[in-house]
């Protein structure tokens, strides 16, 4: 069967995303969870009895607090309260914290720190899988054990206001809820007022148990201008006067009353990264201020002790202690000691053994050897002597020998909960290995594919013949025999949940037959490659050729990259590898270009003439390969374009300035963000911008960037679109002006601001009309089969659309980024591509190059606390899926994503001059796409026990994922706009 090169290799990367995502699932471990129990309800374990003696101790133990109110701050850092900015903006939680009636810790969050992960950490003490992260812009119930369950089930009545996340978490769990989305990041203001104005009314009500309050306005703030935003202050200063109203009631509601005192919790989910955003791994993410307030905790006066770092798991099973409710089943997280201080020795013992108690109950559920554990083995060993103190207890034993006993037993229960739950919580790196198996094989197989059709498939015709003959041969039968028996093997012996194996056996079987069939096309390919080389040496497109300098630099400049991705510093700072790839470009350019211009002199032209070579033999290769006359062809190319009278003197120069032109404009966009993980909190020029002390010279930039964009855009526009892009980016600069982050000259304050849902939507109106007009000449150039004029103009309005997209959606301070991406686009092909008549594979990894490059140069990295998902919500007045997920995934890839439209519009423009430029640059871009994303999956299962797992490479393998099904989209709309089959070539 013959393909085109674009058909062929669309298909090979729709299959790898398949192979992708079944790795990806097979990767992402379930966390360490308890075994079913058959429905009964499984009671505390009974006290720890003495030889000879019976406890009756065998209930849960007497809450320790008649209420609790827990106040969640989205995004609080430790820094918030523990810093100078708590003693500044929150002075009456400085002053509890100072005094001793109140127990402060730093709760250490498990990335990734997300809101949805992080609520599952607090209410059920177990650490969520890392593809929570996906899984938080549409939380579904959570089905776990937690402690709103058993509350619920207690009997108490629990009421919530704030993030609607804890609706979707807990339904049908709270008497009494109102929540607002979390999503909507441009509200600030409006989003705690909805908590707040429940307050006053329900702290006078006492038919509750449980008050939950979820505060978003910070986490918005953050992510809509940084954690030192001149926001921040004043909003501090709003969670502190909430608090002490809440402090203050329930203390006044104590005073008269006998029974159990109440308690104030104040926590955050998480962080904060220096960027405002969250998600990572970084100090100011993963540290929250952990506040329990409490008349039961007056301390002795004295000199007060740094916050104690513990667990954020360790406060599920604190709250569950403290409410007289059975710990949750699943939870790893270990008592806080300080709580229980007050209470006499014999309940302290009874509380942490039940805490033991549960923590090797789920050991031995989830490790086999779990006699072993040095945990388990102290646990034990604190049980008896445990025991030992019950005995001397219930004898009426008074003397000191009881006092110190129980304190060695105290410490031992101490060590075997720390023990426990480390290693507990190291038992969350549990991996799919079949699934991963499976993923990885499918993976390599297209690689292969892909690497052994490169000569037919950049050959001048770009078509390749994929031969179905071998998925009738007796190998192929025999292969997926052996692969079903191995399938039905592993799935019926596993102890472990397998994915593949919980498919349906009809979708197992398919994926098997693919990769049995994808083995053998590509055994049939090796045959005809080494076994019959008098057939390869018959092919055009396997001439011997020779390699230039900007061959070997593309190709050690991939192999580099590649290798990189098997560091922990090298994925964190892997924007210096594209920073360094795309400057060695430009001085390899340079070359290029001299050579070209200035060096063609020395030709003969009259030999050359006689020596030009056949096009089917220039083309074939990976990338511009030459026969054996390349000296003179390329002499005679050159000295064509010197002795043109086209080419002027002033264009020569251009063309030598254009690399040090875009070193110029490399180096100013490497000031602009820093990225990354070793400089991230370096101030850069953004900063500058974005500090409220220079909001003029922000506008200024903004303005001219949006003049500039227009200018280099609309050149190629319909004189409608050119109007259409004008008024679009006008309302750009308005909607910018209405949110705050620029300003009119005449707008001299802040009363004005709004969330700019009018002025989006003007700019979506524009977006959507230029990018129908593109569509219209496009489906008028294929279905009329009127000339390629038609087509490239509605290739380049399209791609217009999306760059007044990307204008809507980056920061203002980004918009420097987008002009000067257009401004090398268009240097890049006018003075180098054209001119130098490169082909298309070497102009598609340049794209790709530049591409990558930019992703970073926006402010990305490698980490999610870098996705900007205040983009996801411009113009949107309420939380909607599809259009948040989407305008989120462009913000966040607009630079390769508009390099990848820059592509297909350049070769549009050179199918007159290569017919086969389209499916050769497709075809280029899947490989370029299928190497790394390969090489990774391979060394990241190598790698799965790595300290830096999941802080560094597993956020780097959801970006290489989420990279694959975009490129396969581009690849498929690439396909699409190749109709050059249609032709005779």
């Known amino acids: 069967m013959r393909l085109r090169s674009g058909v062929f290799a669309s298909s090979c990367l729709l299959v790898q995303a398949l192979g992708v995502g079944l790795f990806l699932r097979g990767f992402f471990p379930v966390p360490v969870r308890s075994l079913p129990r058959n429905g009964a309800v499984v009671g505390p374990p009974p006290e720890p009895p003495p030889t000879g003696f019976s406890s009756n101790w065998t209930r849960m133990p007497s809450p320790l607090f008649k209420k609790v109110v827990i106040v969640l701050i989205d995004a609080l850092r430790d820094d918030f309260v523990f810093g100078s900015k708590g003693k500044r903006f929150m002075p009456y939680t400085t002053q509890l914290v100072e005094r001793g009636i109140s127990h402060s810790f730093i709760a250490e969050a498990k990335p990734p720190t997300v809101t949805m992960p992080r609520i599952k950490a607090l209410t059920t003490g177990s ?12 939380s579904p119930a959570l089905l776990e054990d937690n402690l709103i369950q058993q509350a619920k089930t207690a009997g108490k009545r629990i009421i919530f206001y704030g993030d609607d996340t804890w609706v979707r978490l807990f339904p049908k769990q709270f008497v009494e809820y109102d929540g607002t989305t979390s999503f909507f990041v441009s509200d600030y203001t409006e989003v705690d007022d909805n908590v707040t104005r429940h307050l006053d009314h329900v702290l006078k009500r006492e038919d509750w148990d449980l008050l939950i309050l979820h505060y978003l306005g910070l986490d918005h703030i953050g992510h809509l201008s940084g954690p030192h935003s001149p926001l921040v202050g004043p909003k501090l200063s709003e969670m502190d006067n909430i608090i002490k109203k809440i402090h203050t009631s329930l203390l006044s509601k104590e005073q008269g009353e006998a029974a159990s005192p109440r308690l104030l919790v104040v926590c955050g989910d998480h962080g904060m990264s220096e960027t405002g955003s969250h998600g990572g791994s970084s100090e100011g993410e993963i540290r929250t201020p ?13 000199p007060q002790k740094p916050p104690e770092l513990v667990q ?38 009874r509380y942490l053994h039940l805490n033991g108690f549960q923590l090797s109950r789920l050991l031995q559920e989830n490790v086999p050897k779990y006699e072993k554990d040095p945990g388990f083995e102290q646990f034990k060993m604190a049980e008896k002597s445990h025991g030992n103190w019950i005995k001397l207890y219930l004898e009426g034993n008074t003397s000191e020998v009881l006092l110190n006993l129980g304190k060695k037993v105290l410490k031992q229960y101490l060590e075997a909960l720390k023990i426990l739950s480390s290693s507990l919580s190291k038992q969350v790196a549990q991996y799919d290995m079949y699934s991963m198996i499976v993923g990885t094989i499918i993976v390599l197989e297209v690689l292969v594919l892909l690497l052994l059709s490169i000569p037919k498939a950049l050959s001048s015709r770009a078509e390749l013949e994929v031969p179905l003959s071998p998925l009738c ?36 079987v398919g994926i ?49 990259h590649v290798s990189s991705l098997g560091a922990s510093s090298f994925i964190e700072e892997e924007h210096q590898t594209w920073y360094f790839l795309i400057n060695t470009l430009c001085l390899a350019l340079c070359q290029e270009i001299c050579r070209h211009y200035f060096l063609a002199k020395d030709c003969d032209l009259q030999l050359l003439s006689m020596a030009k070579p056949n096009p089917e033999e220039v083309k074939g290769a990976c990338y511009h390969h030459k026969n054996d006359t390349d000296f003179l062809a390329d002499c005679l190319k050159t000295s064509k374009a010197v002795s043109s009278e086209n080419v002027r003197g002033s264009e020569k120069w251009m063309a030598l300035a254009t690399p040090w032109v875009i070193l110029i404009c490399c180096r100013l966009l490497r000031s602009l963000n820093q990225t990354g993980v070793q400089w991230a909190h370096r101030s850069d020029f953004g900063h500058w911008l974005t500090s409220s002390e220079h909001k003029a010279e922000l506008s200024l930039l903004a303005s001219v960037s949006l003049v500039m964009i227009f200018i280099l855009v609309q050149r190629r526009c319909s004189l409608v679109s050119k109007i259409a892009m004008a008024l679009g980016l006008l309302g750009v600069y308005s909607y910018r002006a209405a949110i705050g982050n620029v300003e009119f000259p005449w707008q001299r304050d802040s009363k004005d601001i709004s969330k700019g849902i009018i002025e989006a939507r003007f700019v979506y109106v524009f977006v959507l009309g230029i990018v129908f007009s593109g569509t219209k000449d496009l489906l008028k150039s294929q279905v009329l089969s009127t000339d390629a004029r ?3 103009i509605g290739l380049w309005e399209i791609y217009s659309g999306l760059v007044l997209l990307a204008a809507l959606l980056l920061r203002p301070h980004n918009l420097p980024v987008l002009v000067f991406s257009l401004l090398i686009q268009a240097m890049m092909t006018k003075y180098v591509w054209k001119p130098l008549e490169f082909d298309a594979a070497q102009v598609t990894i340049m794209h790709y190059w530049f591409g990558q490059a930019f992703f970073f140069f926006q402010g990305n990295s490698n980490s999610i606390a870098s996705v900007d998902i205040s983009a996801g919500f411009v113009g949107l007045d309420s939380y909607v899926e599809i259009p948040a997920v989407f305008l989120t995934g462009f913000a966040t890839y607009s630079g390769p994503l508009l390099w990848a439209a820059h592509l297909l519009c350049y070769l549009s423009s050179e199918v007159s001059r290569n017919s086969s430029a389209m499916g050769h640059g497709c075809f280029c871009y899947a490989l370029l796409r299928s190497i790394p994303v390969t090489v990774y999956i391979i060394m990241v299962t190598g790698l799965r026990y790595h300290l830096f797992i999941w802080s560094v490479f597993s956020p780097k393998l959801l970006y290489e994922g989420v990279h ?3 490129t396969a989209a581009i690849c498929a709309f690439f396909t699409a706009m190749d109709h050059s089959h249609l032709r005779k070539v």
């Open 312 to 349: 954020q798991t360790d406060l599920a099973v604190t709250l569950a202690i403290g409410l007289g409710l059975p710990i949750s089943r699943n939870s790893v997280g270990k008592l806080l000691l300080p709580i229980i201080q007050q209470k006499p020795m014999r309940e302290q013992l």
């Open 473 to 508: 041969s007796l190998l192929f039968y025999l292969t997926c025999l052996m692969l079903c028996a191995l399938h039905v093997v592993v799935c019926t012996s596993t102890e472990s949940l397998c994915y593949f194996c919980s498919i349906s056996w009809l979708t197992a």
């Open 790 to 792: 038609i087509k490239f």
């Open 127 to 138: 650490i969520p899988g890392f593809t929570d992260v996906i899984m938080n812009l549409n």
């Open 964 to 966: 694959v099904f975009i």
């Open 290 to 302: 952990l506040l329990l307030m409490s008349s039961a905790f007056n301390r002795a006066n004295g």
């Open 512 to 560: 098997i037959v693919l990769m049995s069939g994808l083995l053998c096309i590509i055994l049939s390919a090796l045959e005809k490659a080494f076994v019959n080389p008098k057939q390869l040496a018959k092919n055009p497109a396997a001439a011997t050729s020779s390699w230039s300098e900007l061959d070997v630099l593309i190709l050690a400049g991939t192999i580099g």
